[in-house]
């Protein structure tokens, strides 16, 4: 499974919508996209996975365009809270490559 | 529901000692993967199992080996300690058998290697 590609680090403020995109160009039929959120020192915490076109939970909405070479995740409303490492990845049956994610930071 | 948990949290080695990280996989998962993380780095793989069988590995040495037990649980067993094997040792269940298969993970051990 191949690394994605995705920004080092983003700042924001609280309250602000957070869009952070990710690159997937060795994605592969049978692969799903996957985000994950790590706090420091804790493993990474599932937020959200998706194929195609749009999934949105209750924490997040995840958007994928047809030929499925990138995706975005959306944050509504990020609180200080937020701010953690987001990993994109590609996943398939439980396998997967984490890459360095982005650190995103979350301002007052 | 019972999630991921890893023992011991924290533990201090010296260089060529061995150690045993212990793993109890989320209730009613049957795999188990372990991941090595180096500071301001992502999780690298190093192994996976299921039903007790080694189901995948990274680019690990030989003297990273592993176990899992009928109850699903695992443990990681690294000899020969390095330097560089100081990291935070995370363990991910999962449940084998779909492609959206999502693995939830403990809260990791970080070992400390002087």
């Known amino acids: 499974l191949a690394k994605t590609t995705q920004p080092i680090s983003m700042d924001s403020y609280e309250g602000q919508e957070v869009n952070i995109t990710c690159s997937h160009n060795?994605?592969?039929?049978?692969?799903?996209i996957t985000w994950y959120q790590q706090f420091p020192s804790q493993g990474p915490r599932f937020i959200i996975q998706?194929?195609?076109t749009k999934v949105t939970n209750e924490v997040a909405s995840l958007f994928i365009p047809a030929d499925r070479k990138s995706s975005t995740l959306s944050l509504p409303r990020v609180s200080l809270s937020d701010t953690a490492v987001y990993y994109c990845?590609?996943?398939?049956?439980?396998?997967?490559?984490f890459g360095d994610g982005t650190t995103l930071t979350v301002k007052p | 529901e019972t999630g991921v948990t890893q023992s011991p949290t924290h533990l201090i080695k010296t260089r060529g000692q061995q150690v045993t990280l212990r793993c109890s996989s989320q209730?009613?998962?049957?795999?188990v993967s372990w991941y090595q993380q180096a500071l301001g780095q992502g999780p690298q793989f190093i192994f996976q199992?299921?039903?007790?069988?080694?189901?995948g590995r990274g680019n690990f040495p030989p003297r990273f080996s592993g176990l899992q037990f009928p109850n699903y649980s695992s443990e990681l067993n690294v000899n020969a300690l390095e330097l560089d094997d100081s990291a935070l040792y995370l363990c991910?269940?999962?449940?084998?058998?779909?492609?959206?298969?999502?693995?939830?993970f403990g809260p990791g051990t970080r070992l400390t290697v002087l």
């Open positions: 209730s009613g998962h049957n795999t």
């Open positions: 060795n994605i592969a039929t049978n692969d799903y």
């Open positions: 991910a269940s999962s449940l084998a058998g779909v492609l959206t298969e999502t693995q939830y």
């Open positions: 998706g194929y195609k």
């Open positions: 199992y299921y039903r007790e069988e080694e189901n």
């Open positions: 990845l590609d996943t398939n049956a439980g396998k997967s490559t």
